[in-house]
């Protein structure tokens, strides 16, 4: 199947589900939300299925399932290592995407473990997903589980003092909030948080296709507006989070400093949220002095490129992609 006609498929899934959701109740987000989810998860097994061929067969060693809090079954988190090495490794800890209300750290662990094949411990984590819990519950999951992974890193072979946070699409966002949270103490207040790692522990940051500004968001119109309206009022358990603390504490573009670590952004040009998203985040982390690597492409280039599509490594602007964040990675960690 062609990337168009992949992309085709999944908005064609959205738009039948919005369908299905029209002539459900409207007091609660759960019909539509379980049905946007199963959208999405069809489109990430797929996604998974194409980064299966360009895996390492050997020389990644992984644990799976392992725990960083009692009390959930969702925070777990996979853990990938190149084989034979013993040192502590800087250590790439990804959080997946999926709107904040699907996916899973299986889905993105094909491409750990391609990371880890080039000298880094990779880590997955898991969170529970909205409509199940609602904002902040994934940022104080996960907040916590960076919490077990500096408390245990010398048994997880990491090196506490050379950690990059990292995401894809709703992940993106959530990366780029926990590291608000470590870089900015009126921040970590405004959100109630305390961060368990410091400043100095994180040495940079990979965004690729996120969402960084709500505002931008809610004023979105179509099919798509209406999916991540859905989204967002499942996430955060209110319909109205544009005009709540919701809105506002999870648009880390409005909350950012100089103190934001390194950062490589990228968006593919067929993905509205790299214009609306993607390009305005790194615009407004350069003009606080963080230093941005990004990867864009023209509005007119061929192939246009979709969302999440760094994952797609049949195509050349993925692997250019993968390049540049090893390059990356090289330089910071």
């Not at 064609?12 to 989810?37: E, F, H």
């Not at 409005?254 to 790194?282: C, E, K």
């Not at 606080?288 to 050349?316: C, D, I, R, S």
Request: proline share 6%; charged share 15%.
């Amino acid at each position: 199947m062609t990337r168009a006609r992949r992309t085709a498929g999944i908005i064609g899934g959205v738009v039948a589900a919005a369908g299905v959701a029209a002539g459900i109740a409207r007091a609660t987000p759960w019909p539509s939300a379980l049905v946007i989810r199963s959208v999405f998860e069809k489109g990430a097994a797929e996604t998974v299925a194409e980064m299966e061929p360009f895996v390492p067969t050997s020389g990644v060693t992984a644990q799976t399932g392992l725990r960083y809090a009692p009390g959930s079954p969702d925070t777990t988190f996979d853990l990938f290592r190149p084989e034979g090495e013993k040192g502590p490794l800087p250590a790439v800890v990804w959080i997946h995407g999926g709107a904040w209300i699907s996916g899973a750290s299986k889905d993105v662990d094909p491409y750990l473990r391609i990371l880890a094949s080039h000298g880094y411990a990779t880590v997955g984590l898991d969170y529970t997903l909205g409509p199940e819990a609602s904002y902040p519950t994934a940022v104080e999951q996960l907040n916590t589980a960076l919490a077990y992974l500096d408390a245990h890193a010398d048994e997880l072979g990491i090196d506490r003092e050379r950690i990059v946070l990292a995401g894809d699409s709703a992940g993106s966002q959530l990366a780029s909030q926990l590291a608000v949270l470590t870089t900015s103490p009126e921040y970590a207040h405004l959100l109630g948080i305390r961060p368990s790692l410091r400043r100095e522990q994180l040495s940079a940051i990979l965004l690729n296709c996120g969402v960084y500004d709500l505002g931008a968001l809610s004023t979105l119109n179509g099919i798509l507006a209406w999916g991540f309206k859905t989204a967002l009022w499942s996430y955060s358990g209110d319909k109205d989070w544009s005009q709540t603390y919701v809105g506002s504490t999870m648009s880390t573009l409005r909350h950012v400093t100089g103190d934001f670590p390194p950062t490589y952004i990228s968006g593919g040009n067929g993905d509205g949220l790299t214009w609306s998203q993607s390009v305005p985040m790194a615009t407004t982390l350069r003009g606080k002095g963080v230093e941005v690597t990004e990867l864009f492409w023209p509005a007119n280039h061929e192939p246009q490129l979709p969302h999440e599509y760094q994952f797609h490594l049949k195509f050349a602007e993925a692997h250019e992609a993968l390049d540049a964040t090893l390059a990356f990675l090289k330089r910071h960690a």
